[in-house]
């Protein structure tokens, strides 16, 4: 079963922050938090992954709180094409071994 | 670069046939391929983990004797759907990691369709 939380829908105007909250309170020391997206019938898009610091990459940043129990994805200035079900999933690290289970996500839909 | 492949996109197949879907790392090598399969308006679910050279690994309740898997090379992994049917319609997709990293990267899917 999946570990996280996330609301299961979230609305953006183009242009703005997306701010996509996800929990994950029984967060393991070992397990590390990805963030993918899924556009409508397409495979899913790796976004950014991060263990306790806060990540950035061309795409977005992810903020996880100290406690590691909860994690932001943010993408900084939403576009159309960002519309997709998002996924936050928590894993543990090891390589070419580790599993993704995928919950059900937030559907972000940015608006015009 | 960390291109996935699949082929084909969209299969459709009569009941009781076998449907060969195939996944390509293109610009990389993966030691580790996944299946999922995803019903519509649900969520990916993992069907297996498949070793280059070795035997997949297969989830919970997921029949390896219908839904075989090669992972004959570090660049193509097959999903071989055995005696479908229309229950075995769903999208079907593949993910790849190059074993040093975290990330996987997915293919496209394929989207099959047994009548």
């Known amino acids: 079963d999946a570990k996280t939380t996330q609301p299961p829908s979230m609305d953006c105007a183009e242009g703005r922050a997306a701010n996509l909250p996800c929990n994950h309170s029984t967060i393991s020391g070992n397990e590390y938090v990805y963030w993918y997206r899924q556009i409508h019938s397409q495979g899913p898009q790796y976004i950014i992954h991060g263990l306790k610091n806060n990540e950035t990459n061309e795409m977005a940043s992810l903020i996880i709180t100290e406690d590691r129990k909860s994690s932001t994805l943010i993408l900084p200035h939403a576009t159309l094409r960002d519309t997709a079900v998002y996924y936050c999933?928590?894993?543990?690290?090891?390589?070419?071994?580790?599993?993704?289970?995928f919950g059900k996500g937030t559907l972000l839909t940015v608006n015009p | 670069g960390a291109v996935v492949s699949q082929h084909p996109s969209r299969v459709i197949c009569k009941s009781g046939t076998s449907v060969k879907i195939e996944c390509r790392s293109l610009?990389?090598?993966?030691?580790?391929m996944f299946w999922y399969r995803q019903f519509p308006k649900k969520s990916l679910m993992l069907m297996a983990t498949s070793n280059e050279g070795s035997k997949a690994t297969y989830e919970q309740g997921v029949e390896k004797d219908k839904f075989l898997i090669n992972h004959a090379s570090l660049t193509l992994s097959t999903l071989t759907v055995t005696s479908a049917h229309p229950e075995d319609s769903s999208f079907y997709i593949c993910?790849?990691?190059?074993?040093?990293?975290?990330?996987?990267?997915f293919g496209p899917g394929t989207r099959l369709t047994v009548t």
């Open positions: 999933i928590v894993s543990a690290s090891g390589g070419s071994n580790y599993k993704l289970t």
């Open positions: 993910s790849a990691s190059p074993g040093q990293s975290y990330e996987q990267y």
């Open positions: 610009d990389f090598q993966a030691t580790t």
